[in-house]
């Protein structure tokens, strides 16, 4: 079945402008998660969405960085006046949560920003 | 909050040799601990999970033993291929409806042929 897909797959952009990157998660996956990757270092969590519950914000950098989640689907991280030390591969995941059988999360390929 | 240390941040190893690798955790109620493999240009997979109630578990040539006294595990993978060069990643997490993951930094396995 179709996995976690993310678009786009590159972005590059002035510093300054804003960026959106997006993510489709799996179907029926209530819990998603977004990700920083910068080069050489591990994944650095920025937000969660579960459900329709609060998202939990507490890995945003700063208050360029927000992100939505329409229709408990379709998920939207926007960087507004980008900087580069924004540069980085931002990973997207989701999973079955929930439940405290399985915490499994499936990443997508990731949007590699490249702020000039 | 929990903290994931994972050392060293490079691995190099001869073809058909173990390698293994090791991961620390602060907070002893985290109760799951995912293996997460990236090559490159992907994102990060599931190779292996283990839950504090085991203290090892194996998949073919991979296994992950934890021990909860010292609050480390440690990932092996024995008989190692070229295909086996990646980044992985370790992780905990206490499980429930809210919890999420915290990654340790990631060591990137080479196997030389």
């Known amino acids: 079945g179709a996995g976690v897909s993310q678009s786009p797959s590159n972005k590059v952009t002035e510093k300054g402008k804003d960026v959106e990157l997006r993510c489709d998660p799996i179907?029926?996956?209530?819990?998603l998660y977004w990700y920083r990757q910068s080069l050489g270092q591990g994944l650095e969590f920025l937000i969660y969405f579960q459900g329709n519950s609060a998202p939990d914000k507490s890995g945003l950098p700063s208050d360029r960085f927000s992100a939505e989640r329409t229709g408990g689907s379709v998920s939207t991280l926007t960087i507004q006046r980008t900087q580069q030390e924004d540069s980085a591969v931002y990973l997207c995941?989701?999973?079955?949560?929930?439940?405290?059988?399985?915490?499994?999360?499936?990443f997508g390929p990731g949007t590699r920003l490249t702020v000039l | 909050g929990e903290n994931v240390e994972q050392h060293p941040s490079t691995l190099s190893v001869q073809e058909g040799d173990s390698a293994v690798i090791k991961c620390t955790y602060s907070?002893?109620?985290?109760?799951?601990f995912p293996w997460y493999k990236q090559e490159l240009g992907k994102g990060p997979q599931l190779i292996i999970d283990?839950?504090?109630?085991?203290g090892e578990k194996k998949d073919q040539r991979i296994a992950v033993t934890l021990n909860k006294t010292a609050k480390h595990f440690s990932l092996h993978i024995t008989e190692t291929q070229p295909e086996d060069s990646a980044v992985y990643f370790c992780?905990?997490?206490?499980?429930?409806?809210?919890?999420?993951?915290?990654f340790g930094k990631g060591i990137t396995l080479s196997v030389r042929p």
């Open positions: 995941a989701s999973s079955l949560a929930g439940t405290s059988v399985n915490n499994e999360q499936f």
């Open positions: 907070d002893s109620a985290s109760n799951y």
């Open positions: 179907s029926g996956h209530t819990a």
């Open positions: 992780a905990a997490t206490r499980t429930g409806a809210n919890s999420k993951l915290t």
């Open positions: 283990i839950r504090s109630n085991v």
